[in-house]
């Protein structure tokens, strides 16, 4: 039977042992945050936060939301992802979804690559996304940066 002191000094050892694990890995790759792309009649928002695990896989969700003028609106929601480039404040990543929108009678899976590149602080101007799609269906924001919100890699 263990007593008191031997069950507090044995969560004692596994904190510090899990905290040392933990401080040797490094800290976690995060992107996260928000933003608005507007282009003369296209107009995109998109926010979400993705995880690089330390198996090399990505977790996380995004969402897309497109208002084009002349199409009907999009919203997409992905959470699954493939890691195709991670370095300094630039990220590329493939996500794997679903889209909806009034004429499309329910959910459409949709495959985008995703490249985004955190310049600094928030502004007009200061991050960078570009988002195509794969296969005949889906949601696109052509390169260029940001006119609202925060992309922020961290560490």
């Not at 999009?74 to 990220?91: D, L, P």
């Not at 949601?139 to 560490?155: N, T």
């Given at each position: 039977?263990?007593?008191?002191?031997?069950?507090?000094a044995?969560?004692?050892?596994?904190?510090?042992?899990?905290?040392?694990?933990?401080?040797?890995?490094?800290?976690?790759?995060?992107?996260?945050?928000?933003?608005?792309?507007?282009?003369?009649?296209?107009?995109?928002?998109?926010?979400?936060?993705?995880?690089?695990?330390?198996?090399?896989?990505?977790?996380?969700?995004?969402?897309?939301?497109?208002?084009?003028?002349?199409?009907?609106?999009?919203?997409?929601?992905?959470?699954?992802?493939?890691?195709?480039?991670?370095?300094?404040?630039?990220?590329?990543?493939?996500?794997?979804?679903?889209?909806?929108?009034?004429?499309?009678?329910?959910?459409?899976?949709?495959?985008?690559?995703?490249a985004?590149?955190?310049?600094?602080?928030?502004?007009?101007?200061?991050?960078?996304?570009?988002?195509?799609?794969?296969?005949?269906?889906g949601?696109?924001?052509?390169?260029?940066?940001?006119?609202?919100?925060?992309?922020?890699?961290?560490?």
């Open positions: 039977m263990f007593t008191r002191h031997t069950v507090l044995l969560a004692a050892v596994l904190s510090i042992t899990a905290f040392a694990d933990r401080a040797e890995a490094g800290p976690i790759a995060t992107l996260s945050g928000w933003g608005t792309r507007d282009w003369m009649t296209y107009h995109a928002s998109f926010m979400g936060q993705v995880t690089l695990q330390s198996d090399g896989s990505l977790t996380g969700h995004w969402t897309i939301i497109t208002f084009n003028d002349g199409e009907e609106t999009k919203f997409c929601r992905y959470t699954r992802f493939t890691v195709n480039g991670i370095g300094g404040n630039g990220w590329s990543f493939d996500a794997y979804g679903v889209c909806i929108s009034a004429s499309s009678n329910g959910y459409y899976p949709v495959s985008n690559r995703i985004i590149i955190d310049y600094g602080t928030p502004g007009t101007n200061v991050d960078y996304i570009d988002i195509n799609y794969y296969g005949l269906v949601v696109a924001v052509p390169g260029g940066y940001l006119q609202s919100g925060d992309l922020i890699s961290a560490p």
